[in-house]
Nanobody, 124 residues
Framework: QVQLVESGGGLVQAGGSLRLSCAAS????????MGWFRQAPGKEREFVAGISWSGGSTYYADFVKGRFTISRDNAKNTVYLQMNSLKPEDTAVYSC?????????????????WGQGTQVTVSS
C-alpha cells in the first residue's frame, strides 16, 4: 500500500506560480512512475504531467507544456509540480498518483494509488 499526500496548493493571481509536492509513504518509491492529474468542477479528471521511476522521462499535457515542470527526488520520496504562468483555467483540484507499470501515463486506469488532492485557485 502506498499513501500519497499532496501539499502546496492555494490561491494565486493569474501569471503567478505555485509548486505542488506529493510525499509518498512507499519504501520503494523509486520503483513507481508518478503522475499529476487535475479535476475542475463539473469536468472530468485530466492528465497534467507524468514522470518515470528514474526521472529520466517526463510527459506533459499540451495545455501545460512550457509552463509546468514535473520532477522527483527519490531520496525524499517526493514528486513535484512546478507551475508557472498560471491561468484562471488552471483552477482545479490537483492529485498525484503512483503506478507500477503500464503504457501511457495519460490514462487514470494505469495508476494504482491516488492522493486526496490539493486545491489550486487562480484568480483573474
Amino acid at each position: 500500500q502506498v499513501q500519497l499526500v499532496e501539499s502546496g496548493g492555494g490561491l494565486v493571481q493569474a501569471g503567478g506560480s505555485l509548486r505542488l509536492s506529493c510525499a509518498a509513504s512507499a519504501r520503494t518509491f523509486s520503483s513507481y512512475g508518478m503522475g499529476w492529474f487535475r479535476q475542475a468542477p463539473g469536468k472530468e479528471r485530466e492528465f497534467v504531467a507524468g514522470i518515470s521511476w528514474s526521472g529520466g522521462s517526463t510527459y506533459y499535457a499540451d495545455f501545460v507544456k512550457g509552463r509546468f515542470t514535473i520532477s522527483r527526488d527519490n531520496a525524499k520520496n517526493t514528486v513535484y509540480l512546478q507551475m508557472n504562468s498560471l491561468k484562471p483555467e488552471d483552477t482545479a483540484v490537483y492529485s498525484c498518483a503512483a503506478r507500477i507499470g503500464g503504457h501511457s501515463y495519460n490514462y487514470t486506469s494505469t495508476y494504482d494509488y491516488w492522493g486526496q488532492g490539493t486545491q489550486v485557485t487562480v484568480s483573474s
